[in-house]
T-cell receptor
Framework: AQKVTQAQTEISVVEKEDVTLDCVYE???????LFWYKQPPSGELVFLIR??????QNEISGRYSWNFQKSTSSFNFTITASQVVDSAVYFC?????????????FGQGTTLQVKP | DTAVSQTPKYLVTQMGNDKSIKCEQN?????MYWYKQDSKKFLKIMFS???????INETVPNRFSPKSPDKAHLNLHINSLELGDSAVYFC?????????????FGQGTRLTVV
């Protein structure tokens, strides 16, 4: 089965706290791609990061960092020193190579609320 | 310039009507998609087109018919609308190659069937 699980439905933090959003995926493919998207209250879907299955290097972009661990099939996302503008729904997604297209399999999303 | 644009942004219509949502991308991508986001925010693919050819049809009722007049456009026509069709519909596009490139999404069309 090809599946993405984001077990945290909602997270609420106070500004400046660090927060980690969990993502666990299932696929039989050895080649696959993982993504994170942000959906702010305005509703659009904004691409954050892409990672392929052969690149387990963690990535940092400003206050955002991603931890990819194939051994646990996880691709977690950490926001450091959260800000109110980080409030959004965050989606983790999987594109297995066997899908023969760029079709994304999304997790259920995690709603992050950052309070001032 | 908007990369992926959908029209209309909001659509309110009565049950039984037929409606269309239009999508255009100016990124030169080969592949376009329609996704449906339900009231619980769950996103699921409906269709995928590559160079105007249907690649994926994810068990969507045949009241939904996508049409791709050219590589840059993918429209969604819905016949005999039902209450359960109320959702946000997203158009997206991506490059065919190299695989694993990110998809760019339109701003969504919120469809409300009353």
């Amino acid at each position: 089965a090809q599946k993405v699980t984001q077990a945290q439905t909602e997270i609420s933090v106070v500004e400046k706290e660090d927060v980690t959003l969990d993502c666990v995926y299932e696929t039989r493919d050895t080649t696959y791609y993982l993504f994170w998207y942000k959906q702010p209250p305005s509703g659009e879907l904004v691409f954050l990061i892409r990672r392929n299955s052969f690149d387990e290097q963690n990535e940092i972009s400003g206050r955002y960092s991603w931890n990819f661990q194939k051994s646990t099939s996880s691709f977690n996302f950490t926001i450091t020193a959260s800000q109110v503008v980080d409030s959004a729904v965050y989606f983790c997604a999987l594109n297995p190579l066997s899908s023969n297209t760029g079709k994304l399999i999304f997790g259920q999303g995690t709603t992050l609320q950052v309070k001032p | 310039d908007t990369a992926v644009s959908q029209t209309p942004k909001y659509l309110v219509t009565q049950m039984g009507n037929d409606k269309s949502i239009k999508c255009e991308q100016n990124l030169g991508h080969d592949t376009m998609y329609w996704y449906k986001q339900d009231s619980k925010k769950f996103l699921k693919i409906m269709f995928s087109y590559n160079n105007k050819e249907l690649i994926i049809n994810e068990t969507v009722p045949n009241r939904f018919s996508p049409k791709s007049p050219d590589k840059a456009h993918l429209n969604l026509h819905i016949n005999s609308l039902e209450l359960g069709d109320s959702a946000v519909y997203f158009c997206a596009s991506s490059r065919e190659s190299p695989r694993g490139t990110e998809a760019f999404f339109g701003q969504g069309t919120r469809l409300t069937v009353v």
